[in-house]
Nanobody
Framework: QVQLVESGGGLVQAGESLRLSCAAS????????MGWFRQAPGKERDVVAA????????YYEDSVKGRFTISRDNDKNTVYLQMNSLKPEDTAVYYC????????????????????WGQGTQVTVSS
């Protein structure tokens, strides 16, 4: 079992930045591809960004390209999401997720590919 704990959410104004962190424990972190998802009220949970377990491959949802950066530190068992130029439409609960793959370059882009989920952290962007 892998436990995931997100942190770093909060209330910011449009144009500001936040960095989310997700600390993993209980598994071999370096063998899991990782993803950040978000869910706004009344909407489905969608992928925001994802990264392979090698860290060499990434994926970004179109609306965050150029503004968000996903990264990981396998020595610290932590994945990050740097969010710049935040917009009110980025307001959501952000979830960290981990999925296992034998392929080091695999990047999961769908929720069903992920095996473990964190509890989520709220990000609110005011206009």
């Amino acid at each position: 079992q892998v436990q995931l704990v997100e942190s770093g959410g909060g209330l910011v104004q449009a144009g500001e930045s936040l960095r989310l962190s997700c600390a993993a424990s209980g598994g071999t972190f370096s063998r899991y591809f990782m993803g950040w998802f978000r869910q706004a009220p009344g909407k489905e949970r969608d992928v925001v960004a994802a990264i392979s377990w090698s860290g060499g491959e990434t994926y970004y949802e179109d609306s965050v390209k150029g503004r968000f950066t996903i990264s990981r530190d396998n020595d610290k068992n932590t994945v990050y999401l740097q969010m710049n130029s935040l917009k009110p439409e980025d307001t959501a609960v952000y979830y960290c997720a981990a999925g296992f793959s034998s392929e080091s370059r695999w990047v999961g882009t769908m929720g069903v590919e992920y095996d473990f989920w964190g509890q989520g952290t709220q990000v609110t962007v005011s206009s």
